[in-house]
């Protein structure tokens, strides 16, 4: 089955600094990779996602990146304010629908003032 | 739109006592998920559910573990009997199965302590 590593498990930035968190799989059939946000005492919530077929996409502060040949991606985060502090995950599933995600173990993000 | 809805929150119980939890997903959303999320780390599935049909349950610890999600709906995860090692956050998602968009809406999630 796929399996997802995340990296690095703790990130502490300054505010206005960028952060990076980066991922690998293993699966070649993969072609969903969501990344998520979990703040304390809440459930994920997705915050951007990229199919194969694209290389980067950008969402104002936030930006993916994908390489398939290496079986990697990215997240950056531009610009840190204190309320990106959380745990971050990324993901990957096989499937474009109907997807069976499988979680990253997760980086905690903290942004100091 | 009405999100993810879970109960209880929280829930304390002994070992091999049993326990359930509920979920009732976002109007619509035909695909339903359990995740077991252990503290300190990302969520792991347990269980998929395609309208009221059980689509993946590979990582299920069937001898203990078991859910039912009746006329398509709301669905209930079961732990009889439970174990110390259950200890995690229980998070239920649900998604709508549509070509292209395969966004999963996660719940809040009932955090459950074995003791």
């Known amino acids: 089955g796929e399996n997802v590593e995340q990296h690095p498990s703790t990130l502490s930035v300054q505010e206005g600094d960028s952060a990076v968190i980066k991922c690998t799989y293993s699966d070649s059939a993969s072609n969903y990779f969501p990344w998520y946000k979990q703040e304390l005492g809440k459930g994920p919530q997705l915050i951007i996602d990229i199919r194969s077929n694209v290389g980067e996409k950008k969402d104002q502060r936030i930006a993916v990146t994908l390489n398939k040949t290496a079986k990697h991606f990215s997240l950056h985060i531009t610009e840190t304010q204190p309320e990106d502090s959380a745990v971050y995950f990324c993901?990957?599933?096989?499937?474009?629908?109907?997807?069976?995600?499988?979680f990253g173990g997760g980086t905690r993000v903290l942004v100091k003032p | 739109e009405a999100g993810v809805a879970q109960s209880p929150r929280y829930k304390i119980i002994e070992k091999r006592q049993s326990v359930a939890f509920w979920c009732n997903p976002i109007?619509?959303?035909?695909?339903l998920y359990w995740y077991q999320q252990i503290l300190g780390q990302g969520p792991k599935l347990l269980i998929q559910f395609q309208n009221n049909g059980v689509v993946d349950d590979s990582q299920l610890p069937k001898d203990r573990f078991s859910a039912e999600r009746l006329k398509g709906v709301d669905s209930t995860l079961k732990i009889q009997p439970a174990k110390l090692e259950d200890s995690a956050v229980y998070l239920c998602a649900s998604s709508l199965l549509t070509g292209g968009n395969t966004e999963a809406f996660f719940g809040q999630g009932t955090r459950l302590t074995v003791v």
């Open positions: 993901a990957a599933s096989p499937e474009a629908a109907g997807n069976k995600l499988t």
């Open positions: 109007s619509g959303h035909a695909t």
